[in-house]
């Protein structure tokens, strides 16, 4: 809280406005004098005084990488401090010294290169193959001899479904062992299918755009808090700190973040903290595995979909009266389709939905899978504009 105070002005700005100075903080119970910060507030400054708004409290030159989320929003990104902080929560999901690990989500965001630091940290050696080309990702996995992989669960399973395709065995002709799987809810049916049927150790970890917040441990109960976070369960409308089992948003501050340092970060998930003793001997807290969203916010393929921002992207399109998210997920994939209403039906259907499709992926960060055009009244004036219509086995 100190270090804020000092060197981050926004933060300054926000403790003052709140009659908070760092003296009065001695306890994480003392966190609640402290108000909530939301993605929208870090937007907002950074909006009026890009391109940090008044978080950063480093000397730039003391920041070696940014990390991009939609919004834009850039987080600043000290590769040496974050290492140091997670890589022990790496070796506790299964990573080793001189492991070949491909890092398959996008180098824009917190999750790629907060997990490149720490996987190089502990020892291992990173292959930063990024996002899509399934065929090429099952080139690499057999040529480099990979046993590591992190992203996404459902990408994995794409990847060893084409290398099946292709016909290979994948336990025998391939070398992975781990995987770290995050950014998406994990079915039971998709875990079931990675570890019974092809063996893989398979840890889950949590965190946002803003940093890592909790792992999973062999013992497969439940995750822990890093020795390096204070994870709050709160109430979203106070900030009131809830007890042990009781269900609340997800609120995350990092020590190591000296560079960004967001105290009290409001995530928007829902879970419970338990500090029962693991049976695996660690002693940390341990968060249930997301429950829900507190705000109307969906993450869809590891990418959260903000409903404010899709209608600023659609605000654009004179040509369309209402719109709405439909998020479903057939065979274990999210699949996003967006619906459109138009004031005239004799629009080139086609190129205008290129042009949407495109501008949304340009600012939200993740194309519709499907465009549908619908019938004037289809879509009520008051729905909610993202629907999430995912079943979780």
């Given at each position: 809280v100190s270090h804020a105070y000092r060197n981050a002005p926004a933060m300054k700005k926000r403790l003052d406005k709140a009659g908070v100075r760092p003296e009065h903080i001695h306890t994480i119970k003392d966190l609640e004098k402290i108000p909530l910060i939301r993605r929208s507030d870090i937007m907002q400054s950074q909006q009026s005084q890009p391109p940090f708004g008044g978080f950063l409290a480093v000397p730039l030159s003391k920041v070696d990488r940014v990390a991009i989320s939609p919004g834009p929003t850039y987080f600043p990104h000290q590769s040496v401090a974050w290492g140091k902080a997670n890589a022990p929560a790496y070796y506790a999901m299964g990573f080793r010294?001189?492991?070949?690990?491909?890092?398959?989500?996008?180098?824009?965001y917190m999750?790629?290169?907060?997990?490149?630091?720490?996987?190089?940290?502990l020892g291992a050696t990173v292959i930063a193959t990024g996002t899509g080309n399934t065929e090429q990702q099952v080139q690499i996995l057999?040529?480099?001899?990979?046993?590591?992989?992190?992203?996404?669960?459902?990408?994995?399973?794409?990847?060893?479904?084409?290398?099946e395709e292709q016909g290979y065995n994948f336990k025998k002709d391939f070398y992975l062992r781990v995987?770290?799987?995050?950014?998406?809810?994990?079915?039971?049916?998709?875990?079931?299918?990675?570890?019974?049927?092809?063996?893989?150790?398979?840890?889950?970890?949590?965190?946002?755009?803003?940093?890592?917040?909790?792992?999973?441990?062999?013992?497969?109960?439940?995750?822990?808090?890093?020795?390096?976070?204070?994870?709050?369960i709160v109430d979203p409308a106070t900030g009131k700190q809830k007890g042990p089992g009781e269900v609340g948003e997800i609120v995350g501050t990092a020590f190591h973040a000296t560079a960004f340092p967001i105290i009290r970060f409001a995530t928007g998930d829902l879970s419970y903290y338990t500090d029962e003793p693991c049976p695996c001997g660690?002693?940390?807290?341990?968060?249930?595995?997301?429950?829900?969203?507190a705000e109307d916010v969906t993450k869809?393929?590891?990418?959260?979909?903000?409903?404010?921002?899709?209608?600023?992207?659609?605000?654009?399109?004179?040509?369309?009266?209402?719109?709405?998210?439909?998020?479903?997920?057939?065979?274990?994939?999210?699949?996003?389709?967006?619906?459109?209403?138009?004031?005239?039906s004799s629009v080139d259907k086609d190129r205008l939905g290129e042009s949407v499709n495109q501008a949304i992926l340009d600012i939200c960060r993740i194309r519709a899978d499907k465009l549908q055009f619908v019938t004037t009244g289809t879509i009520p004036e008051q729905a909610k504009t993202v629907v999430d219509e995912r079943k979780w086995d």
């Open positions: 010294p001189g492991d070949v690990v491909v890092v398959t989500f996008s180098y824009l999750a790629s290169l907060g997990g490149d630091s720490s996987i190089r940290t057999r040529q480099a001899r990979v046993t590591g992989f992190y992203g996404n669960p459902s990408f994995l399973v794409n990847i060893i479904n084409k290398a995987a770290l799987i995050a950014a998406e809810m994990v079915p039971q049916a998709t875990r079931r299918f990675l570890e019974q049927d092809y063996g893989l150790y398979c840890a889950e970890a949590y965190g946002t755009s803003e940093g890592q917040l909790a792992f999973e441990c062999p013992a497969h109960n439940l995750l822990h808090v890093g020795e390096n976070q204070i994870i709050e660690r002693t940390s807290r341990r968060i249930a595995r997301i429950l829900g969203r869809v393929k590891g990418v959260f979909v903000y409903p404010k921002l899709v209608a600023e992207v659609i605000s654009r399109f004179p040509e369309i009266v209402r719109f709405q998210v439909i998020v479903t997920r057939p065979e274990h994939r999210d699949l996003m389709t967006l619906k459109l209403e138009l004031k005239d």
